[in-house]
């Protein structure tokens, strides 16, 4: 029996493993061990291991490691406690393959604590590009790692890129692709009465039986400074619009801080009767929720990945996604009110979906990756290719 570890640290983490997590339970040949950490257990950031455990998963060990205050020093400091705590665990129970996921900052926690500990590292999402400290973390994480799952040919292409092992590298799709696809396929049932009953939020009640956008938008680490601002343009475009809309609260980041106290002035300076607002919703209902959306607003990878194979329109502010591969169902526009306002109206204008795109996958990836799981031994030791 071969033993996964797998560490989700959010709920971005959770979209993009569940199908992996589900898939490795399937196999017999394969145990898993589930670290649930960071933010996946905090309330304020929408408790997504709550989520995880109704769904069906059993947290293994849980990881207290995100030190208060929202900016850049307590993000490192953080991820100086996630290094010593989860080097303990893996200690304990002694994986044969740790998986790391995505780009955000727990995920280079797993990769170096596990690294030291010569147990080899699977990485999803390597080889993509964006803006953000998620960027050098991807990156670094890829060289982290013994195994690659990479959701499209140009990403296994830049992996190779950075000295990384033919052999090592499968183009598996991306996991958060299998969940769009099961939602598209049979996820009929969202509707407003639905929505409300399973998850309360805050503001007037929007009706999602008729039309409505969703905003989704994280501070950007590299210029957290201008959180608060980059917000307030997006919430004024909301505010001139007055097309009902739903809004999502930010994921932790440096800057996260700044982004939340945009929206709580506006919340209550405006008190606008168009917006309701949610922590967070449990994948499958937040990707049904956007299907059923005129268009999705904001920074999200959400919208380049999962919106890309739904065809759902969206609005990308900002440089928090540059570089990353995208669909025709994106805009993109600067952090200002008036560029914000008129891409909206044009997806309203169009009055549409895209085609679906299957630029990050075709909704296979979790069987494929819980396959080459059990099938390749990956050493630790690795040597850059030239
Ligand atoms: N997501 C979710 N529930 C929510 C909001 C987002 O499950 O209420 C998922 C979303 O479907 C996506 C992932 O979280 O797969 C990443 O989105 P997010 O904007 O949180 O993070 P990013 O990838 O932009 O850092």
């Not at 560490?7 to 898939?23: E, F, I, M, N, T």
């Not at 290094?83 to 665990?89: G, H, K, Q, R």
């Not at 604590?113 to 973390?137: F, M, R």
């Not at 990707?287 to 329109?313: D, M, Y």
Request: charged content about 25%.
């Amino acid at each position: 029996m071969k033993k996964i570890a797998v560490v989700v640290s959010s709920r971005a983490s959770y979209a993009r493993v569940k199908s992996v997590l589900k898939a490795i339970n399937e196999n017999p040949q394969l145990e898993l061990f589930l670290i649930g950490a960071a933010s996946l257990l905090l309330h304020k950031y929408g408790n997504a291991a709550e989520i995880m455990e109704r769904d069906g998963f059993k947290i293994n060990e849980k990881v207290y490691m995100i030190i208060e205050g929202e900016n850049p020093t307590t993000m490192a400091k953080s991820v100086g406690v996630g290094i010593m705590e989860l080097a303990t665990i893996f200690d304990n129970y002694k994986p044969d393959v740790v998986v790391s996921i995505a780009d955000r900052f727990e995920t280079i926690c797993t990769a170096i604590a596990a690294s030291y500990l010569n147990i080899p590292v699977a990485h999803i999402q390597g080889g993509e590009v964006s803006g953000s400290i998620d960027e050098k973390v991807r990156h670094a994480v890829t060289k982290f790692s013994s195994l690659h799952f990479v959701s499209n040919p140009l990403a296994a292409k830049r992996v190779r890129m950075m000295g990384e092992d033919e052999k090592s590298i499968f183009v598996t799709g991306c996991p958060s692709v299998d969940l769009a696809k099961e939602v598209k396929d049979n996820y009929q049932f969202m509707n407003t009465e639905y929505l409300y009953a399973k998850y309360g939020g805050t503001g007037e009640l929007v009706n999602i039986d008729k039309q409505f956008i969703v905003v989704l938008q994280h501070p950007v680490t590299t210029e957290f400074q201008n959180a608060y601002q980059q917000m307030h343009e997006t919430l004024m475009a909301v505010n001139d619009l007055n097309i009902p809309t739903i809004i999502l609260w930010p994921n932790i980041d440096a800057g996260t801080d700044l982004t939340a106290k945009s929206i709580r002035k506006f919340r209550e300076e405006y008190n606008p009767s168009h917006v309701h607002f949610f922590r967070n919703l449990a994948p499958e209902d937040f990707l049904a929720l956007l299907l059923r959306a005129k268009c999705l607003v904001g920074n999200s990878s959400v919208g380049i990945r999962e919106c890309s194979f739904l065809g759902v329109p969206v609005v990308n502010i900002g440089n928090r996604q540059d570089g990353r591969d995208r669909g025709e169902n994106v805009l993109d526009v600067k952090h200002n009110k008036k560029e914000i306002i008129n891409a909206i109206e044009r997806h309203l204008k169009k009055n549409g979906h895209y085609a679906s795109d299957t630029l990050y996958g075709d909704g296979k990836a979790g069987p494929r990756i819980a396959d080459y799981l059990h099938t390749t031994n990956p050493s630790v030791e690795k040597r850059f290719v030239e």
